[in-house]
């Protein structure tokens, strides 16, 4: 009898321990729909609960329906005119390896939440009104390969923190108001123009 009852308890922990991460990941993916629905820039998708967020345009996500990439450049037209700061809950998205906002009006600073985004390889913010210094957390986004921050209104010193991009492919900080030398750790960009 206290075999079974022993095998019985190891059962029971078993499924809470399923239903507990099942719980977590329910959470975690009801989190990442209040954030894109904050953003309002899926409005006319946000409020169809027949279309799970993975279906909307210009987002993609990985198997476990997580939130991998958002790419706002989808209107079809030459610029999509989104304005004001660029959302504060974009830096929740963990997951996500793409971010590309250019060809708008965003404007503020670059947010040094943005060292969050670890999983980044493409950041396009170009084209915008972005202003302040480049942020020192750009030096962690080990994984990003292509750095897109052209024709903003960026001042201030390059970081020497983006050496520690040694992945980076492409780098573009042109067209902007930025007025200091280049750092010498941008020498450990091995990958640059491969």
């Given at each position: 009898?206290?075999?079974?009852i022993?095998?019985?308890i190891?059962?029971?922990a078993?499924?809470?321990?399923i ?5 977590n990941?329910v ?8 954030v894109?629905?904050k953003s309002k820039?899926?409005s ?7 279309i799970?967020?993975?279906e909307?345009r210009?987002?993609?996500?990985n198997?476990?329906?997580s939130?991998?990439?958002?790419n706002?450049?989808?209107?079809y ?7 004001g700061?660029i959302p504060?809950?974009l ?6 390896f ?8 965003f404007?503020?600073p670059?947010?040094?939440a ?8 493409l950041?396009d913010l170009?084209s ?6 480049i942020?020192?957390?750009i ?7 292509v750095?897109?921050l052209?024709h903003n209104?960026l001042?201030g010193p390059?970081?020497s ?7 980076l492919?492409k780098?573009?900080l ?5 007025n ?15």
């Amino acid at each position: 009898m206290a075999p079974s009852i022993f095998i019985s308890i190891l059962v029971v922990a078993w499924a809470l321990c399923i239903f507990m991460h099942a719980t977590n990941m329910v959470i975690a993916l009801d989190f990442e729909a209040k954030v894109l629905q904050k953003s309002k820039w899926w409005s006319s998708y946000s409020n169809d609960t027949s279309i799970h967020r993975c279906e909307w345009r210009g987002i993609e996500c990985n198997d476990g329906r997580s939130v991998t990439e958002l790419n706002i450049n989808w209107f079809y037209i030459s610029s999509n005119l989104i304005t004001g700061t660029i959302p504060k809950e974009l830096w929740n998205l963990k997951d996500l390896f793409e971010l590309d906002l250019r060809n708008n009006t965003f404007v503020g600073p670059i947010p040094s939440a943005l060292g969050l985004l670890t999983n980044l390889s493409l950041l396009d913010l170009s084209s915008n009104e972005i202003n302040g210094s480049i942020v020192s957390e750009i030096g962690m986004l080990k994984n990003l390969l292509v750095l897109k921050l052209e024709h903003n209104k960026l001042t201030g010193p390059i970081p020497s923190s983006l050496g520690h991009l040694t992945s980076l492919r492409k780098l573009c900080l042109n067209s902007n108001q930025i007025n200091s030398s280049i750092p010498l750790e941008i020498g450990n960009m091995k990958n640059l123009g491969l």
